[in-house]
C-alpha cells in the first residue's frame, strides 16, 4: 500500500500524461475534443480512474467513449513509460458530470433569482397592512426588568 499522498501525485501526473498522449499520440480525430479533468489512482496504485469532458452534442460523446475506449493500450503504454512505478496501473475513463451539474445549478439559481426580482418588484410601493412591527409591547418588557421572578 502507498501512502495517499504518493497516489494523489501519480494520479496528477497520469492526467497530464493522458491528456499529452491524447494531443500527440493518439491519431483518433475523435479525440480533439476531449478534455481530461481529473485522475484517481487507488492507493495499492493499481487502477487508475481519468475523468474526461467532451465538447459537443451526444454523437461527438459517444465518438469520444468509443475513441477512449480503442486507444486505451495506447495510453496505458505512455503512463507506463512516463511514470516511475513498477506496474503500471488499469486505465478506466469515466466522462465527467461536474459540468452538466455545474450548468444545471446556474440555470436554477437563474430561475430563484428572476422570481426574487418579481417579487421585489410587487413590493415596491406597497404598505404594510397594518403596523410596520405588529407584535404588542410593553413597557416593561423593553428594559427587561419589569417582572423580578426571584423569590
Do not use: C, W
Not at 501519480?10 to 499529452?20: D, E, F, G, S
Not at 475534443?33 to 460523446?61: M, S, W
Not at 410593553?138 to 419589569?146: L, N, S, V, Y
Amino acid at each position: 500500500m502507498a501512502d495517499p499522498a504518493r497516489a494523489a501525485r501519480l494520479a496528477q501526473r497520469i492526467k497530464v500524461v493522458v491528456a499529452q498522449a491524447l494531443g500527440k499520440t493518439v491519431k483518433d480525430p475523435r479525440v480533439e475534443a476531449i478534455t481530461v479533468t481529473d485522475a484517481r489512482v487507488t492507493n495499492d496504485l493499481q487502477h487508475a480512474t481519468v475523468y474526461y469532458t467532451v465538447f459537443g452534442d451526444e454523437e461527438a460523446k459517444a465518438g469520444a467513449r468509443a475513441a477512449l475506449e480503442k486507444s486505451k493500450g495506447v495510453l496505458r503504454k505512455e503512463v507506463g513509460r512516463n511514470i516511475t512505478v513498477r506496474l503500471t496501473p488499469t486505465l478506466e475513463f469515466v466522462p465527467d458530470e461536474i459540468p452538466v451539474n455545474a450548468s444545471h445549478l446556474e440555470e436554477v439559481l437563474r430561475k430563484a433569482k428572476a422570481k426574487d426580482a418579481e417579487v421585489a418588484a410587487l413590493a415596491a410601493g406597497k404598505e404594510y397592512a397594518g403596523e410596520a412591527d405588529p407584535y404588542k409591547k410593553d413597557e416593561a418588557d423593553e428594559d427587561f426588568g419589569g417582572d423580578d421572578l426571584r423569590a
